[in-house]
């Protein structure tokens, strides 16, 4: 599998551990508990498969930025969470910042 395909994979798994951390109600209930717990265990070896080809703060800022993004999106959907032109406006810097961490990456090969 490539880099990219690991991190893409990474990111979702971690936004599902993110999402079953949120509904464990502060580890109270065991199941969401094991199931964030693990979905970060399969994050983090997804991230370090990624990183051995793409630079680590590359792989980070796009985990971070995608991550940060899809969690929004999902608590939306789920939480019933409200997304304000403040969010709008910081999630689209992060946006800018990762296309700009990646687009410097590939001009210093």
């Known amino acids: 599998m490539n880099a ?10 971690e ?11 502060g580890f109270n209930l065991w199941a969401y508990s094991l ?3 693990t979905c ?4 983090l070896f997804c991230i370090a498969r990624a990183a051995r080809i793409i630079d680590l703060s590359v ?9 940060i993004i ?3 999106l999902a608590s939306m959907i789920l939480f019933d ?4 032109a403040l969010k709008a406006l910081f999630m689209a810097m992060i946006i800018i910042g990762v296309v700009g961490l990646h687009d410097l990456t590939k001009s210093a090969t």
């Open 4 to 13: 990219w395909a690991y991190l893409g994979m990474g990111i979702v798994v």
């Open 15 to 25: 936004v599902i551990g993110t999402l079953c951390l949120k509904l464990s109600n």
């Open 35 to 37: 199931a964030s717990l």
């Open 40 to 43: 970060f265990g399969v994050a």
């Open 59 to 67: 792989a980070y800022a796009v985990w971070s930025g995608v991550g």
């Open 70 to 72: 899809l969690i929004t």
């Open 81 to 84: 969470e409200k997304l304000t």
